[in-house]
């Protein structure tokens, strides 16, 4: 039997919605009206031949005399098309217009990557060199980490899909989202997981690179430490870490060059090919992780094959690649100038 309370409650959400879908109504009667008034202005333009052309003049992003151009006004051209290729929205289904999103979502990733595959990577190198008892368990682990680099990536995308989305987003909608369902809210992909998958794609890298760092520490070091009274974390906290950090920074310098670079996982674990929200915005929280994002790698693919125009296209694909490969070197750069200035604190300290 209805309640009164329950029946007061169901009112207002049918006056809500029928509130919601008069100004939804409303707002598509206005963008037709506004399409329609669109249509009615025509540029039209004719060739050498007598061809006509006719161009509806919301589609004309810029207009200008390219024969009549001197070099400064070539330069505002040629700036004028970068900064809307970096700063504006895609259109006409990607074809034209900017990558702002792909580029924000890729950085972000590859960023968010690093934060987590770093730490647990240096963890797990620590415990098998330092604290691990080395015997036949422990080379079993080895073999089983450097058998991990091989596996290919499109693996780990099903098994980020079935446990990062499904067990964990599931787990996570049930108990904080229940009143959401069946709409997912954590369940399906998106940037944390995305980073996450890619975390564990790349962590063997970062796990044999800090081990090969931490073992290329001279044992007489170690002994000194331990001469002076040091405890073991002591040790490893001021003499192993810093003298291993640069290879640490290598091992997380490979991880970000082939995490950056990763499609197919991120088309089963968050990557779409347009996202009109950013995992990043001015509302409360400011950071929305579960929300899915565009990848550069992903755009350069849907661009290149799955486009209707795959060669009025080209431009695009050509250039959004360049994008990709100057984001993976000036990332590369960054952390090899924080490896080199590390170096040469540890080197000036023992000196």
């Known amino acids: 039997m209805e309640s009164p309370a329950w029946k007061a409650k169901s009112d207002a959400l049918a006056r809500v919605e029928a509130a919601a879908n008069d100004e939804l109504a409303r707002i598509r009667a206005e963008i ?99 604290y691990a008892r080395q015997g036949l368990l422990i080379s079993a682990v080895r073999v089983a980490v450097n058998n991990l680099a091989g596996v290919p990536s499109i693996v780990f995308g099903v098994f980020g899909l079935g446990f990062f989305c499904y067990i964990l987003g599931g787990g996570i909608d049930r108990l904080f989202y229940a009143a959401k369902l ?38 007489s070091m170690r002994e000194g430490s331990y001469a002076c009274g040091a405890t073991k974390w002591q040790t490893i906290r001021r003499i192993v870490l810093p003298k291993a950090a640069p290879g640490i920074m290598t091992g997380m310098i490979l991880a970000i060059a082939r995490g950056a670079g990763e499609v197919a996982p991120l088309m089963l674990v968050g990557a779409v090919k347009l996202a ?55 990332l590369n750069l960054l952390a090899v100038w924080a490896r080199t200035r590390l170096r040469k604190r540890i080197q000036g300290a023992v000196i």
């Open 32 to 130: 037709d009206a506004l399409d329609r008034e669109n249509a009615r202005h025509e540029l039209v333009l004719s060739t050498v031949d007598g061809t006509e052309k006719p161009l509806i003049l919301a589609d004309i992003v810029r207009a200008y005399p390219a024969n009549q151009l001197g070099f400064l006004g070539k330069a505002g051209v040629y700036v004028s098309r970068w900064r809307e290729f970096l700063c504006d929205d895609p259109r006409e289904a990607n074809s034209e217009g900017g990558v702002f999103p792909a580029l924000f979502g890729t950085v972000t990733m590859t960023l968010l990557m690093s934060l987590v595959v770093v730490p647990f990577g240096v963890l797990a190198a620590l415990y098998l060199r330092e």
């Open 182 to 219: 069946p709409s997912p809210t954590y369940g399906s992909g998106g940037l944390f997981w995305a980073a996450l998958t890619l975390a564990l794609l790349t962590l063997p890298v970062v796990i044999v690179a800090t081990e090969e760092a931490i073992a290329a520490v001279p044992s």
């Open 276 to 330: 009109p929200e950013l995992p990043i915005d001015g509302y409360w929280p400011f950071v929305h992780p579960e929300r899915s994002f565009m990848h550069l790698g992903f755009h350069i693919y849907d661009l290149g094959f799955q486009s209707q125009n795959s060669e009025a296209a080209r431009p695009m694909v050509y250039t959004t690649t360049l994008l990709l490969i100057s984001i993976i070197v000036a």
